[in-house]
């Protein structure tokens, strides 16, 4: 009896795991001490996990320097309490200007040449890049440019991924990157066969519009279409997306996302 209780209860187990999605840390591991979001330290402490990703946002200064940081402004939030912090708009300033103004963790603004030299002494983590909306198309079509010249010369094709809420730096990512290179459209308003068309490797969106539209993880899956969701950092909803069989999770809590995948999959 307690045998068949056993392999009942083995049976019940494989067929509750799920394929394991990949973790991707959202601005970098930042929820540790001396690390703070878009940080090189952020980055650092990705690597330090072995997670499969760390994720940046990139913006290109006034006098073409890009630079890794959320923006549109500099600080991305006020961090010091009751003191008056100038903030600057990123794009709209040069870099010197942005380095007058440390991180909250005291590092100076990096630039993406900055971020790549930390990307070169792991090979595990990639990077995942996200090339923030500009004001021109020219100006996504120079930091595209950029961008990919960049991380060719760093040697760092296969360790780069891109994403973006535009549909036009998707086209320019796809026009100029190395045939293959992972391309992701963030902004959720298009369906998988849409995305299919851009000739583009998936969507990365927000966990809200995967809750509302479950039936796309399949439907991308079904067009060879990668999955990947933001920014998922509470149990039910990490639960949630490992359930439907997400590809990728972006989250601020890298440390429960392992546990619970450690957890839940085969
Ligand atoms: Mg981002």
Not at 60 to 85: C, F, N, W
Not at 89 to 118: M, R, V
Not at 218 to 237: A, F, G, M, Q, Y
Request: glycine letters at 6%; charged letters at 30%.
């Amino acid at each position: 009896m307690k045998k068949i209780v056993t392999v009942l209860v083995a049976a019940m187990v494989s067929v509750a795991a799920f394929a394991q999605p990949q973790v991707i840390a959202h601005r970098g591991y930042h929820a540790i001490k001396g690390s703070c979001r878009n940080s090189i330290e952020a980055l650092k402490q990705a690597q330090k996990m072995g997670l499969y990703g760390s994720e940046c946002d990139i913006n290109m200064t006034k006098d073409g320097i890009i630079v890794v940081a959320h923006g549109s402004l500099h600080p991305d939030k006020i961090y010091r309490k009751g003191e008056d912090i100038k903030r600057l708009n990123i794009q709209k300033s040069t870099y010197e200007e942005l380095l007058t103004i440390p991180l909250e963790n005291g590092e100076a603004i990096p630039t993406l040449e900055q971020y790549l030299d930390q990307l070169k002494k792991s090979k595990k983590t990639k990077l995942i890049i996200e090339i923030k909306n500009h004001a021109t198309p020219a100006k996504e079509t120079e930091i595209v440019q950029k961008t990919v010249e960049m991380v060719a010369k760093y040697g760092l094709n296969e360790m780069v991924e891109y994403i973006a809420f535009r549909p036009w730096i998707c086209f320019e990512l796809k026009r100029v990157a190395p045939e293959g290179t992972p391309i992701a459209y963030l902004n959720g308003d298009y369906d998988p066969a849409y995305v299919k068309g851009m000739g583009i490797s998936g969507i990365d969106y927000k966990y809200d519009v995967l809750k509302k539209k479950p039936q796309w993880i399949k439907s991308c899956h079904k067009r060879d279409l990668k999955v990947n969701v933001w920014t998922v950092d509470d149990e039910d909803k990490l639960r949630w997306v490992i359930e439907q069989g997400v590809d990728y999770i972006t989250t601020d809590n890298p440390v429960l996302a392992t546990k619970l995948i450690k957890e839940m999959c085969k």
